[in-house]
């Protein structure tokens, strides 16, 4: 196997032979491909990271010649040509370095002696600096800079490990060391003070301390962090913990190198100078003033979104950038020094001129180390050092920039170079610019539209696409990623425009604000399919088809209430159903514009229908920015991904061609160099400058919000005002909205600046979902964001709510996007003052459309929506409200069906305090009944008592306050002990069907409750033929998900009629819906068990055992403990019939591990199993006890078919041990009990036993 080592030199290695590689640019591709083995490399990275940006003009042939000598030494099998570029294919362990990567991360999660060898025998595999062979070819220093901190970072852990196991002096020598190499890592210097310490060396240790300081203060101009603080006063106090384990806070100085990113710090110097020069004036009011000053400081700094790092009496220390980065923090931090000095020239003109304060600032900026992840970050760089020092050179009232703040905010600092300064320990002269004033841009001018530059290759994989789901008839998904501007919209523009003669093409737009709209671009979807017809008509569209009355029903309160009360399983299966009809005459393009901030749930559905679509071509192309993958990783595993990289520089130029026809020839280079592969950016630098003032720009803006922002301050004040109000309303926005917004007297005059917009290129026209009202949307997303910040709280506040208002002249249905609307209107208030009666109305109407919506999504099972919309809900309403409307109660179920056990119980437990609090004893009955409900699930032994004991207690209390929806909860959980492990199932039908009436008096589906009618009809007296009838009838009136629950037990009903045809095929219908409905767990639940038991009845045993395999493994990996005791013991009854005794047995220990004490079904059915398993292997004795134990248990419930079969199977025990007479009489009890069931098939079998018995 071929052996490739990069932690020293690059070597390759066949077995025991080394193998040589001569060229150094053969060399240097094979060192790239190692490091970035799995992943294709095009020929343009490949070369750039070659050559750099001068590659010669052989560059191409030379990189295959060397692919082909690499090929021939490392064999055809590993270096493949792949997608236009090459891959290494290789595992990780053929790599030193994922050696090294895996034994780090052994080490890492091991502990004492184990930790320390992996991590040694990690640190063995290097040999020397890595790739020293390479080290001046282009890719290498970065490389290189990562691997040494990778080998370094393995130390510190290895001294962590060693100083745990209880080392001391015998590591000085080595930290010294490592100290020698890297004087500023903290982490080291701490190991370093312990280990002195423990070698009795404790002046060292805190002479090791004062160094530390030294270094940090001199080089960095920071004091230490609060873990090598802490050290040192534990070293002062002789702390006997520091000779146990590793230091204190080891884990925070290990997590303090948390990421490099560039910030901005600004360091200002305050002084007070009297009439005569510098000093004076009394003390009492210095001190005053001082605060006042120090006041307006941090006012300054936290108004402009830094963050204050020091503030003591006469120095402040800013940062921006730390710990969230803005594309503008070197405009935040000059404005906030300017502020500053202004803020103090209004404190001196209230002084009495005996003295007054003077300040000197310095702005730098370049990149630092971020240390923490939660509550204060923390960070180095030599950027903090070179504020400090610039700082000290400025004569008082200056604000001094270095080159690299000047650089980055160059279009908005007006600035004047001055002297170059020698800075402490600086080598060489600073280049230094005096800040006077900051900016806005100069006015952008609009250059025209351009074609598709560029995208092939991507164009013709979403023909590829799209012609496969035409000729295979299904559903193919394919997304494309890429940054904001780099042409993801355009590219599907000019896909669509290809096919829209030969296909359906609609578009659904994912929109930012809406949270909990989770199906916006569906109704988009509709209401273009529909061609503007009312929504009630999608069922004519349908016609002819099956179900269409109920899919019609499920689609439009899908799209009219976003999200309706339909369960989304059934939800999703009317979307696919309408889908797949309206391709039956052509194939349907469904365009999903910003996916990437779709609500989980509308992700769920996409996904849905690529799996599940079949029988019509249907071709869904999602849009999306990177991030999307990072939210869901799993995205598009099965599907096609494309990703948009930056355009070529050929491209670009061709771009730019396109839209700069205002731009000289000779700047045209300048421009596509500058826009950096983005056809946006480019597309604004020619809107934003001519020739001239392009040629000022050094580089591309810190970000296109920037540039957007210059372009917004040039429109005339009217025209800004239409933008923001659109703003407001969000990224899609109506002409009648807009007219709600606007005062009377601009009313007039909306339409003609609303088409200036469009001119501009600001806005553009777009298919609205309001009949009446004209749609448009902004040109991209980040220009609304710049137009809506620009905007004042206060006034941002009152246009949300007019937008609220707005939307509920429109109709109903509208409460999640009118209650963002108002959440933000109260957000927006708090930050225009402190809260006043109005926030406080705001917020309530916020909270309670927040709440309608989100109590709709989940009875609709949307449990994303309903997590958001509950959440943002109760954090608006007061706390009477939300215990009035058990909203933490309702938050708490929909958790729990997410299997967020832990935060449910959570919610429920605040719940029950907050309703004691109030106190309100509803809400307090309430929150006991679920909190007993769930914890029967978590901590069963003795709650199934517990919760009818407490049933008892409250359904009188509740029945009187008329509260439905606890009624119906409580009596659903009451449906389940009774049933599901008491075994009373009459009383459980009792329950279940008071359950149901409750359900539908409270506005709640009712499947759960048909779940657990069913299972007390299956299982308790009632006798089949009223059984299927009584199913049947439900049916009538059932949801999707009640169907297959209902069809599931009708299965079962069916076997025991012995119409084993008809019963598999209910089973399996009930089966399909589940899978259709993505309801995985009831496959397991109740199909698997179901579907067994007719293939036991049916004497298909090796069925039935395949059946509970499959189902048991599932449940075992799930942790469900109930429904495996139960199908344990179903799996061992099929191995028993087998002749598998042995394996009956193991069952049977499986079942018995798992049930509850209470569990009475499963206890006596392990039992039962285990009998006569035992008295096979003639333990007579035990196996009587043990079914005579399941009789007596048996016989006190009324599930007559279980009883029959513990009857049964004592008569087997009896049997074997000789026992004819004893048998026949308990299998003649069992005949009765069947006989009353009507268990025919089961009749059968035992009547053939008995006369088997007599015949003994």
Not at 513 to 532: C, F, K, N, S, W
Not at 871 to 879: C, E, F, K
């Amino acid at each position: 196997m071929i052996d490739f080592r990069v932690l020293g030199p690059l070597e390759v290695w066949d077995s025991e032979r080394p193998l040589e590689l001569r060229a150094s640019k053969q060399r240097a591709l094979l060192a790239i491909l190692v490091f970035r083995r799995g992943e294709v490399l095009s020929v343009d990275v490949l070369v750039d990271a070659l050559w750099g940006e001068e590659p010669p003009r052989t560059a191409i042939p030379a990189l295959r010649n060397y692919v082909s000598q690499l090929r021939s030494l490392l064999g055809p099998d590993l270096l493949l040509s792949r997608g236009g570029g090459y891959v290494l294919e290789v595992a990780e362990e053929q790599v030193d370095l994922g050696r090294f990567q895996r034994l780090t991360g052994e080490g890492r999660a091991a502990s004492g002696e184990e930790r320390a060898a992996k991590l040694r025998e990690a640190l063995e595999l290097w040999r020397g600096p890595p790739l020293a062979d390479l080290a001046f070819e282009p890719f290498a220093p970065p490389v290189i800079g990562s691997l040494e901190e990778l080998r370094t970072a393995a130390l510190e852990d290895l001294m962590d490990a060693e100083l745990a196991l209880g080392a001391g002096a015998e590591l000085v020598r080595e930290l010294e060391l490592l100290i020698a190499k890297d004087p500023l890592r903290e982490r080291l210097r701490g190991q370093l003070m312990l280990a002195l310490y423990r070698g009795g060396r404790q002046v060292e240790a805190l002479d090791a301390y004062q160094e530390a300081r030294r270094a940090l203060v001199e080089e960095l101009g920071i004091e230490p962090s609060a873990a090598l603080r802490e050290l040192e006063q534990a070293i002062l106090r002789q702390d006997p913990e520091l000779f146990r384990d590793a230091a204190p806070d080891g884990a925070a100085l290990r997590e303090s190198r948390e990421r490099q990113t560039t910030a901005t710090v600004l360091f200002s110097e305050i002084t007070s100078v009297s009439a005569g020069g510098v000093g004076g004036g009394d003390p009492d009011e210095l001190h005053r003033v001082s605060l006042r000053a120090s006041h307006e400081l941090r006012a300054a700094v936290e108004y402009h979104g830094g963050t204050v790092e020091r503030l003591t009496g006469d120095e402040l220390m800013a940062v921006f950038g730390i710990p969230t980065g803005h594309e503008d923090d070197v405009v935040r931090a000059a404005r906030t020094a300017l502020q500053l000095h202004r803020a103090l020239a209004s404190l001196n003109e209230a002084l009495d001129g005996e003295f007054r304060i003077e300040t000197r600032s310095a702005i730098a900026t370049g990149p630092v180390t971020v240390m923490g992840e939660a509550g204060r970050a923390h960070f180095t760089g030599s950027v903090i050092a070179l504020a400090r020092r610039l700082a000290e050179t400025a004569a008082l009232g200056e604000i001094l920039l270095d080159e690299a703040t000047l650089s980055r905010g160059r279009s908005s600092l007006r600035a004047q170079p001055v002297e170059d300064r020698s800075l402490r320990g600086r080598l060489e002269p600073v280049g230094v610019f005096l800040l006077l004033d900051v900016l806005d841009e100069p006015p952008p001018e609009r250059g025209r539209s351009a074609k598709l530059v560029g995208r092939r290759r991507e164009l013709r994989q979403l023909k590829d696409d799209f012609e496969r789901a035409r000729s295979e008839q299904r559903c193919v998904v394919a997304t494309v990623l890429g940054e904001a501007g780099i042409g993801k919209s355009k590219l599907a523009r000019e896909f669509t425009s290809l096919i829209a003669e030969t296909a359906s093409v609609f578009i659904g737009r994912c929109i930012s604000y809406g949270e909990g709209a989770t199906y916006l671009p569906l109704a988009e979807i509709v209401a273009q399919a529909t061609e503007g017809r009312p929504i009630e008509q999608v069922e004519t569209l349908l016609a002819g088809e099956e179900d269409a009355g109920i899919i019609a029903e499920r689609l439009v309160d899908l799209v009219r209430a976003g999200g309706g009360e339909s369960a989304t399983g059934e939800a999703f299966w009317a979307v696919r159903r309408f889908l797949e009809r309206l391709a039956h005459e052509q194939p349907v393009v469904l365009l999903f514009e910003d996916i990437h901030w779709a609500e989980p749930t509308l992700l769920d559905l996409v996904e849905y229908l690529g799996q599940w679509s079949r029988g019509a071509a249907l071709f869904l192309l999602c849009l999306a920015r990177p991030e999307l993958r990072e939210e869901r990783p799993s995205w598009g595993a099965d599907a096609t991904a494309i990703r948009l990289e930056p355009l070529s520089e050929e491209e670009m130029l061709e771009l730019v061609e396109q839209v700069g026809e205002n731009v000289p020839a000779e700047q045209q280079a300048h421009v596509a160099e500058l826009a950096g592969g983005n056809p946006l950016f480019a597309q604004q630098l020619v809107a934003y400058a001519d020739g001239e003032e392009l040629a000022q720009l050094e580089t591309v803006p810190p970000s296109l919000e920037a540039l957007l922002s210059s372009r917004l301050d040039l429109l005339d004040e009217a025209e800004r005002a239409v933008l923001q109000r659109a703003a407001v309303v969000g990224r899609e926005f109506w002409h009648g909205a807009i007219l709600h917004l606007s005062p009377p007297l601009d009313v007039p005059s909306v339409g003609r600046h609303l088409f200036e917009l469009r001119r501009k290129g600001l806005v553009e026209p777009a298919r609205s979902v309001f009949p009446r009202h004209d749609g448009f949307r902004f040109h991209h997303v980040l220009i609304r964001d710049v137009a809506y910040n620009s905007i004042p709280n206060e006034l941002c506040s009152e246009l949300h709510e007019r937008v609220a208002d707005w939307l509920d002249l429109q109709g109903a249905g509208q409460d999640e996007l009118a209650g963002y609307h108002l959440e933000h209107a109260y957000r927006c208030r708090l930050g225009a003052g402190p809260p006043d009666r109005r926030a406080r109305r705001l917020a309530a109407d916020a909270g309670d459309r927040l709440a309608s919506a989100g109590l709709r999504a989940a009875k609709g099972g949307d449990t994303h929506a309903a997590s958001n919309l509950l959440t943002r809900a109760s954090s608006l309403l007061d706390r009477a409200d939300v215990v009035r409307r058990d909203l933490l109660t309702e938050l708490a179920l929909v958790l729990w069906r997410s299997s967020d056990v832990d935060g449910a119980e959570r919610l429920l437990q605040e719940a029950l305090d907050l309703a004691r609090a109030q106190p309100d004893l509803r809400a307090e009955l309430r929150a006991r009944v679920e909190l007993a409900n769930l914890r029967l699930f978590r901590a069963p032994e003795g709650g199934a008592d517990e919760l009818l004991a407490f049933s008892r207690e409250a359904i009188p209390i509740l029945d009187r306050l008329g509260d439905a929806r606890a009624l119906g909860r409580i009596s659903y959980a009451q449906a389940f002990v009774l049933g599901g492990l008491h075994c009373r199932y009459r009383d459980s039908e009792e329950a279940a069907e008071r359950a149901l009436g409750y359900f539908r008096r409270s506005g709640w589906p009712v499947t759960p409750c048909v779940q657990e009618l069913a299972a007390s009809l299956y299982y308790g007296p009632t006798d089949v033929q009223a059984g299927i009838q009584r199913c049947q009838a439900l049916v009538e009136e059932a949801d999707r998900g009640g169907e297959a629950h209902l069809l599931a037990f009708l299965g079962g009903f069916e076997a025991m009629a012995g119409r084993f045809d008809s019963a598999r095929e209910s089973a399996l219908r009930a089966k399909k819906i589940y899978e259709e409905l993505a309801w995985t767990i009831n496959v397991s639940t109740n199909y698997a068990s179901l579907a067994a038991d007719i293939e036991l009845l049916a004497d298909n045993h090796h069925e039935a055992e395949r059946l509970l395999d499959e189902s048991c493994k599932r449940l075992e990996a799930w942790g469900e403990q109930a429904h495996l005791a139960t199908q344990a013991t179903q799996a061992g009854e099929a191995v028993y019939e087998q002749g598998r005794y042995g394996d009956a047995l193991r069952w049977s220990e499986i079942a018995e591990g798992c049930a509850a004490s209470d569990d009475v079904g499963a206890q006596f059915s392990w039992r039962a199993l285990r009998a006569k398993a035992l008295a096979h292997r003639s333990v007579c004795r035990e196996a009587e006890t043990l079914a005579h134990e399941a009789v007596e248990l048996a016989a006190a419930t009324d599930a007559v078919n279980q009883h029959a079969n513990v009857l049964l199977s004592y008569a087997e025990v009896l049997r074997l041990g000789n026992r004819p007479e004893i048998a026949a009489g308990a299998v003649a009890d069992a005949v009765r009990l069947l006989e009353q069931k009507d268990n025919r098939v089961a009749i059968t079998k035992a009547r053939s036993l008995l006369v088997e018995l007599a015949s003994v």
